[in-house]
């Protein structure tokens, strides 16, 4: 085999592809953050809300410039901004930061490192909010969340991505994604994995009614990304909604597999939230093995354990055709 060598200007351009560089894993904490009110219910959730009297994020800065060329090609910084000093940065702007969301947080800091650093084209940040829980404590009509003490939390989290660039008449965002992470939910009955390819490489069992044990992140981009920052709450999906829905729908669909299920749940979604463009899924299978399911006097009862690796994923992204598809049929 002969391979040609490649001499077109493509190659020898130095319009390279990636150039960056940024901080990650900045851990930053804002107690009395302004409250997210005036957000619209949904029929699948109780959220309405949040104070945000702790409100922590593990943020992500990448900033791009061609003017920070030189520092890769001839060890010259006098363009660069410490990493040291973009997390001080994101520390300082927390404070500064006067809206309720994630997103907003993100597209106001990165909007500040633009307009501070004229070398920077375009900046992405992105951030994991790092959740506490609200801890019942009691008082005069029972039990109230206290609004002093809270549980660290290791469940799902909110999730928010901006690009941002300079555009003719100021900053743009050209890309915006919202999410929620680390979704893990399981439900005892009412799942079943069947009809699949048999052939001789196939082992596994059909299952008409199995333990499903899932890990979700879900993700999310708005028609419009100024909708994504919060700013008009009637207009801001916020990821504890969408949780709701997935555990939802995961409670009333009888699935026959995570590909129908995630499915389900994102025509749901989409149905909910008219301000969405697309939502897309990435879904771990978790599901514990059976060990027995003689258990006396409990038809339904089953002893279950850890399933060894390896693990089984889904992908899949959906936008506003897959509901008009729906509809139509
Ligand atoms: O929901 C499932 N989808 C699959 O594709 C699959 N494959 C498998 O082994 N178990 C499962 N479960």
């Known amino acids: 085999m002969s391979y040609s060598k490649e001499t077109d200007d493509d190659t020898r351009s130095t319009d390279r592809r990636t150039m960056n560089y940024g901080k990650e894993k900045i851990a930053v904490y804002r107690t009395y953050a302004t409250p997210l009110e005036g957000v619209r219910t949904i029929p699948e ?77 375009a900046v992405k940040m992105s951030a994991n909010e790092l959740p506490f829980d609200e801890r019942p404590i009691p008082g005069d009509e029972g039990f109230e969340p206290s609004d002093l003490v809270f549980r660290v939390s290791d469940n799902e989290s909110a999730f928010g991505e901006m690009y941002l660039d300079r555009g003719q008449d100021g900053l743009v965002v050209e890309d915006q994604t919202s999410g929620v992470t680390g979704l893990e939910l399981v439900k005892v009955n009412g799942s079943s994995f069947t009809d699949y390819v048999q052939d001789e490489y196939t082992t596994l069992p059909e299952r008409e009614d199995r333990t499903l044990y899932i890990s979700l992140d879900v993700f999310w981009t708005y028609e419009d990304s100024e909708d994504a920052l ?100």
């Open 45 to 121: 959730s109780s959220f309405d809300g949040r104070d945000n009297t702790l409100f922590g994020l593990d943020v992500r800065v990448q900033l791009e410039g061609e003017e920070f060329l030189p520092s890769f090609s001839e060890g010259d910084n006098s363009m660069v901004v410490a990493t040291d000093t973009m997390k001080n940065f994101v520390h300082h702007q927390i404070g500064e930061y006067d809206g309720a969301t994630v997103e907003g947080f993100l597209d106001f800091v990165g909007s500040q490192f633009l307009e501070t650093y004229s070398q920077i084209d």
């Open 230 to 329: 919060g700013m008009d709450p009637q207009r801001y999906v916020p990821a504890e909604q969408v949780r709701d829905i997935a555990q939802v729908v995961f409670h009333e669909v009888d699935s026959n597999s995570i590909q129908d299920l995630i499915y389900q749940i994102g025509l749901r979604v989409l149905r909910r939230f008219p301000q969405l463009e697309t939502v897309s899924f990435e879904a771990n299978n978790r599901t514990w093995l059976e060990v027995r399911d003689d258990i006396e006097g409990a038809e339904k009862a089953r002893v279950l354990k850890e399933p060894p690796r390896p693990t089984g994923y889904q992908q899949f992204s959906m936008n506003r055709g897959d509901l008009d598809e729906e509809a139509s049929q």
